[in-house]
């Protein structure tokens, strides 16, 4: 299983600011979201964790209620999950991505999550689905077969167009629709939830973590 944090897509980035007018709302909705996750251990850096990478990203349609096809997404910048606040200078704006030549384009102060390709699959499957959060949790992911997690294949590595394209295939093959949480076989600790605000995506993973927690608890209690 690869590190977290290796970017395997061809980036097209412009440096450049982002305006607090148009990005600081949904930032600061992310940052509160993600200082959650964090006191959680879903976002963070830890020197024992994943050779020492950052973990985590969380992202924000920009074209939120529209019809537009192609989504474009407020996203956490790479190797920021370490951080314990984020100003707008650890954001970028994904603008486009495109699986098949496993392309990137994107600007701002930060450059994109090595996640993007799969943040933008996740907002491909329903127009309806405006956040996307990518945690690391050892203990729910431990337990993603008992609790019915849609997962991916073991052999998808994370970032990649392959993820791009089992996303969609978890999506049409399973009860991902429903569940609106996916654990990555191939990643470590990996998951994804979704929804359509951010406060769906956080809760469906805080509800899974405690059945996951309660598992552990009630196991340990009968040894």
């Not at 024992?48 to 973990?55: E, L, V």
């Not at 019809?67 to 984020?86: D, H, N, R, V, W």
């Not at 945690?135 to 392959?162: C, F, K, M, N, Q």
């Not at 990996?190 to 805080?206: K, M, Y």
């Amino acid at each position: 299983m690869s590190g977290e944090g290796v970017i395997k897509f061809h980036p097209e980035h412009r440096d450049t600011s982002l305006a607090a007018a148009t990005f600081a709302p949904l930032a600061a909705e992310i940052v509160s979201w993600r200082a959650i996750l964090r006191r959680l251990g879903m976002v963070g850096r830890e020197a024992g964790r994943y050779d020492g990478f950052a973990f985590g990203n969380l992202s924000a349609r920009l074209n939120q209620g529209e019809t537009a096809a192609t989504p474009s997404f407020l996203i956490t910048g790479s190797q920021t999950g370490g951080k314990e606040g984020l100003t707008l200078d650890d954001f970028c704006v994904v603008e486009a991505c495109d699986p098949e030549s496993n392309r990137v384009v994107s600007h701002g102060p930060a450059r994109p999550s090595a996640e993007s390709l799969t943040h933008d699959a996740v907002y491909r499957l329903d127009r309806k689905v405006e956040w996307v959060f990518h945690v690391h949790s050892p203990e729910l992911w431990g337990r993603r077969l008992e609790l019915g997690l849609p997962s991916t294949a073991s052999d998808i590595a994370y970032g990649t167009a392959e993820m791009a394209r089992e996303v969609g295939r978890l999506y049409r093959r399973s009860n991902l629709a429903e569940l609106r949480i996916f654990a990555m076989a191939g990643h470590q600790d990996g998951l994804v939830a979704f929804g359509a605000s951010a406060r769906d995506a956080g809760e469906t993973l805080i509800r899974f973590l405690a059945r996951s927690l309660t598992t552990i608890v009630l196991e340990e209690e009968t040894l």
